[in-house]
T-cell receptor, first 116, second 118 residues
Framework: AQKITQTQPGMFVQEKEAVTLDCTYD???????LFWYKQPSSGEMIFLIY??????QNATEGRYSLNFQKARKSANLVISASQLGDSAMYFC?????????????FGSGTRLSIRP | GAVVSQHPSWVICKSGTSVKIECRSL??????MFWYRQFPKQSLMLMAT?????????EQGVEKDKFLINHASLTLSTLTVTSAHPEDSSFYIC??????????????FGDGTRLSIL
């Protein structure tokens, strides 16, 4: 069965510093996708970045990058030059298989707080 | 980009009432939608997978008769919490992907419904 683990319940980071949010996963399916979502206090889920199991390079989207280490089964999110607006819950998630109709399972989340 | 609309945003009702939550994909067709439940400061727990034109697939431990799901069209899924009680109070959120997509397509989420049962 698929499993996502986020071991950091909360993190405090100084504004403008980089931050890494940890995520490890477990699956027996060779085909899978990894996602990171941001959830502000208002509750909506904001898609940040995606990494496929067969992707050769780490995904990047603006200030977000994903440090994908397949052998270690880790998919850490790196936020460069953090901003006050980055304060939110961050969820790592995984989908097994090829289809977008497959379910996505979420980790327990990390609450990130940016200090001015 | 893809938009998913969820209605209502807030519901406060008395114990024993049934509550219906709607999830609509506004600019794409969604064969499959998903319903999640989130308690305060916790993660999203998948409740069920809603399939257009067929029965929903429920996760282990989720009561089918308590949480009725209907996916009557490619743009609408509904979740009905039947005979709601205070322990059903939670944040319910739906998501959807376009039809025939590959695994790199993200789920697009509605803004969620905060349900409070008095």
């Amino acid at each position: 069965a698929q499993k996502i683990t986020q071991t950091q319940p909360g993190m405090f980071v100084q504004e403008k510093e980089a931050v890494t949010l940890d995520c490890t996963y477990d699956t027996s399916d060779p085909s899978y996708g990894l996602f990171w979502y941001k959830q502000p206090s208002s509750g909506e889920m904001i898609f940040l970045i995606y990494q496929g199991s067969y992707d050769q390079q780490n995904a990047t989207e603006g200030r977000y990058s994903l440090n994908f280490q397949k052998a270690r089964k880790s998919a850490n999110l790196v936020i460069s030059a953090s901003q006050l607006g980055d304060s939110a819950m961050y969820f790592c998630a995984m989908r097994e298989g090829y289809s977008s109709a497959s379910k996505i399972i979420f980790g327990s989340g990390t609450r990130l707080s940016i200090r001015p | 980009g893809a938009v998913v609309s969820q209605h209502p945003s807030w519901v406060i009702c008395k114990s024993g009432t049934s509550v219906k939550i709607e999830c609509r994909s506004l600019d794409f067709q969604a064969t499959t939608m998903f319903w999640y439940r989130q308690f305060p400061k916790q993660s999203l727990m998948l409740m069920a997978t809603s399939n257009e034109g067929s029965k929903a697939t429920y996760e282990q431990g989720v009561e089918k008769d308590k949480f009725l799901i209907n996916h009557a069209s490619l743009t609408l899924s509904t979740l009905t919490v039947t005979s709601a009680h205070p322990e059903d109070s939670s944040f319910y959120i739906c998501s959807a992907s376009g039809t025939g997509g590959y695994s790199n397509q993200p789920q697009h989420f509605g803004d969620g419904t905060r349900l409070s049962i008095l």
